[in-house]
């Protein structure tokens, strides 16, 4: 028998050395860059995936492109794992705060959201037959006017 497995989040914390981006032979204005391409490296020994399901996330990018020049040592991230695609995140961030909150939301029962779709139906639709009323009402309105 053969068993349906929810998409599984897991989350692992991980605290980044971007030192080499420092080496010597290595330009100044290219440390950032070189940083981002650590994060991705990184990630791509411990997952053993490639690039393409590797995401980094809009504030641990902003964290190391914020002094171009003189980025941080080291940064601490969290690794979430959703559907074979991996999101990186800063430690204590707003947009890691929102996706754990979108995990702990639980899932409506099928009867509840087939009621909640017919009562948008309904809605939508009387929302149309005011909307026709109106019109007709303008019309003859025009007419009686002419």
Request: cysteine-free; proline content about 3%.
């Amino acid at each position: 028998m053969v068993e349906k497995q929810a998409s599984k989040l897991e989350s692992k914390e991980f605290t980044i050395s971007l030192s080499k981006a420092f080496e010597k032979g290595k330009p100044d204005s290219e440390r950032a860059k070189n940083a981002v391409a650590l994060v991705y490296d990184f990630f791509k020994k411990n997952y053993r995936k490639p690039k393409e399901q590797l995401k980094i996330s809009n504030e641990v990018n902003q964290t190391i492109w914020q002094n171009s020049n003189n980025i941080p040592r080291k940064i601490q991230v969290q690794a979430i794992e959703k559907d074979g695609n991996i999101t990186i995140y800063l430690k204590e961030s707003k947009e890691l705060k929102a996706e754990e909150s979108k995990k702990e939301e639980k899932p409506k029962k099928p009867e509840e959201k087939n009621q909640a779709m017919h009562a948008k139906k309904e809605e939508k639709g009387e929302a149309v037959k005011q909307k026709e009323a109106a019109v007709k009402q303008e019309k003859q309105n025009e007419r009686v006017k002419s």
